[in-house]
């Protein structure tokens, strides 16, 4: 059997000088390894807002809609009051995680909140949309998705071959219907947060 510390001082003499120079660069390795984890995080977290912002009509749309979104979280208390005055709450359900993100409509992209729940998955958009009423009026009103996690048949991640920064999710329904989001600010951690909540449903 090798002794796996005998093979990393292998030629190091520890009477000699250079033994402070090997502890040295490998106290330096290790904080180049930690900076290059947080790099890639901070990579990653700036490629999804850049995904996030490009969706977006105009980035000063974009922005506007964020600060209201935020406002009006504040307002209400915290995320969690969003999705209860939303939603509502069933008995035992508790919310695990909120992303911002766009849910993709025949329309075009629409920004908004999703959320993941021990029961559900939510979407609610962050501004309210103007449709026509059938006697012409012009009626305002959030768009809402709401599917129980046991009508989920999978979840797909999917990304853009040219662009693999481009990640998106499909959810579909055991009655065949799909959604598809995007333009998440943390991709990774929403899908894992959903596959999870899928596993223990």
Known sequence: MKNKFAEQIIGINPSSSTTSLALTHGKADRKKNIMNRHEKKVN??????REHVRLGPKIS???????????????????????????????GERLL???????????GPIAGLLFISNQRVSFCS?????????NGELVRFHYKVSIPLRKVKRVDPSENMKDPSQKYMEIVTVDNFDF????????Q???NCL???LSQS
């Open 44 to 49: 990653s977290f700036v490629l999804g807002i």
């Open 61 to 91: 749309e974009t922005v506007k809609g964020k600060l209201s979104l935020w406002a009006r979280i504040l307002q209400l208390g915290g995320v969690k009051k969003v999705f209860k005055q939303l939603f509502g709450v069933g008995e």
């Open 97 to 107: 995680k909120a992303s911002q993100c766009y849910l993709s409509t025949t329309a």
């Open 126 to 134: 962050e501004r309210s949309i103007k449709f026509s009423s059938p």
């Open 180 to 187: 598809w989001f995007m333009g998440f600010l943390n991709y």
């Open 189 to 191: 951690k929403s899908f």
């Open 195 to 197: 596959q999870q909540a």
